[in-house]
């Protein structure tokens, strides 16, 4: 069962992971969105370990539609409010 799992996607789990520490402990009110793209590219990488052991097929969707497509969607709209914040002098500049 363990003997399934890829040891490249656990060590991008363990990173991913690590990762998330600095991320949850520096969080701020503006960098929310920064902070829900990282965890869900996290929420893809338990995915893409998990569905080796059970249910393949839907944890290969929630890998897909959650830790890479929303997660795009989040760190695209991230950086959106980030410039026009910057542009326009406001918070965070």
């Given at each position: 069962m363990l003997a399934d799992l890829s040891?490249?996607?656990v060590t991008a789990?363990?990173?991913a992971l690590v990762g998330l520490v600095p991320v949850i402990t520096q969080y701020r009110d503006e960098t929310k969105l920064f902070a829900a793209g990282?965890?869900?590219?996290?929420?893809g990488m338990v995915a893409t370990n998990v569905e080796a052991l059970f249910l393949g097929s839907v944890l290969n969707f929630v890998e897909h539609a959650f830790g890479i497509g929303l997660a795009g969607v989040t760190?695209?709209?991230a950086a959106y409010?980030?410039?026009?914040?910057?542009?326009?002098?406001?918070?965070?500049s």
């Open positions: 040891p490249l996607e789990l363990a990173v990282y965890v869900l590219l996290v929420v760190f695209f709209a409010v980030r410039r026009k914040n910057v542009i326009k002098g406001g918070e965070g």
